[in-house]
């Protein structure tokens, strides 16, 4: 407990609750809807707005923001319009807005970017209005996610089925993604791309088996990602590493057991 004398310890621990909430919702409809590529797409494609943001001088979230959800809605479209060549494309994208975003920053006049803040975040140094940034955000998630829950569930599990039933499917997956891209500009700063990535991932994958319904999932993934979190910290305090790789192969060792665990109840029955 003494790690909580420390004002930016305890901004930590803020950003990483927040951070689970906002990631164990969204990381629940990516599992389910099965769009974990394109959601590490968004993820990696997003540096293109970053670095345009550096290089232009704009302020960083808004063109973040605006060069993800353009970059967003083409993936979306191309999932939509032809799947068989979907995980070609979103590569290629991921690939080129990364490029784009890495080129940019490198020539960005009298400025030194640390491209290692991006891929593992700094959440030790998470200033106060990034965490109303991201109360703002769960507040959002958790107001649309609970307002459309009954098309989400139908489009998740049963396309056709949703379509049946009037659900206007191709808009509510386009939300979906547009929640996705808003989600990773907000939380990437905070977190950094490799463990919003993880934390969209691996939580929902974990309690994929043993939850009964779709907002159960998106709880106990919410719960299991402020676990991870917490032991992360705890850990990057007491060996002094670095706190995002810690949380990971938190997540990471959580990830095996389960399924070490998973095999062995195979195994007997």
């Not at 629940?28 to 540096?47: E, K, M, P, Q």
């Not at 808003?182 to 950094?192: A, C, F, L, N, S």
Request: with cysteine; hydrophobic share 60%; charged share 10%.
């Amino acid at each position: 407990m003494e790690i909580l004398q420390f004002e930016f310890m305890r901004n930590a621990l803020m950003a990483g609750l927040l951070a689970s909430i906002i990631c164990g919702i969204m990381g629940t409809l990516v599992v389910v809807n099965r769009i974990v590529f394109l959601s590490g797409g968004i993820a990696h494609a997003a540096y293109g707005g970053i670095g345009l943001g550096f290089y232009f001088g704009w302020p960083y979230l808004p063109s973040t923001l605006g060069f993800s959800l353009v970059v967003s809605m083409v993936m979306a479209v191309v999932t939509m319009k032809a799947k068989h060549r979907a995980d070609t494309i979103i590569g290629v994208t991921w690939a080129v807005g990364m490029a784009f975003g890495i080129i940019l920053m490198d020539i960005s006049p009298g400025y030194n970017v640390d491209l290692m803040s991006y891929l593992f975040g700094s959440i030790l140094t998470v200033p106060e209005f990034d965490l109303w940034l991201m109360l703002a955000m769960s507040i959002l998630i958790t107001g649309l996610t609970t307002f459309y829950y009954k098309d989400l569930l139908a489009m998740s599990y049963d396309e056709e089925f949703a379509k049946i039933r009037g659900v206007p499917v191709k808009a509510i997956y386009i939300m979906l993604i547009a929640m996705l891209a808003v989600t990773v500009v907000v939380v990437i700063q905070v977190v950094g791309l490799i463990l919003i990535i993880a934390l969209l991932t691996i939580p929902p994958f974990i309690v994929e088996r043993y939850a009964r319904s779709l907002g159960s999932m998106m709880i106990w993934s919410s719960v299991a990602g402020t676990i991870f979190t917490i032991c992360g910290l705890w850990i990057s305090y007491t060996f002094d590493v670095t706190s995002g790789a810690a949380i990971i192969m938190v997540a990471g060792t959580a990830f095996f057991i389960s399924l070490i665990v998973d095999r062995i109840i195979a195994i007997k029955r």
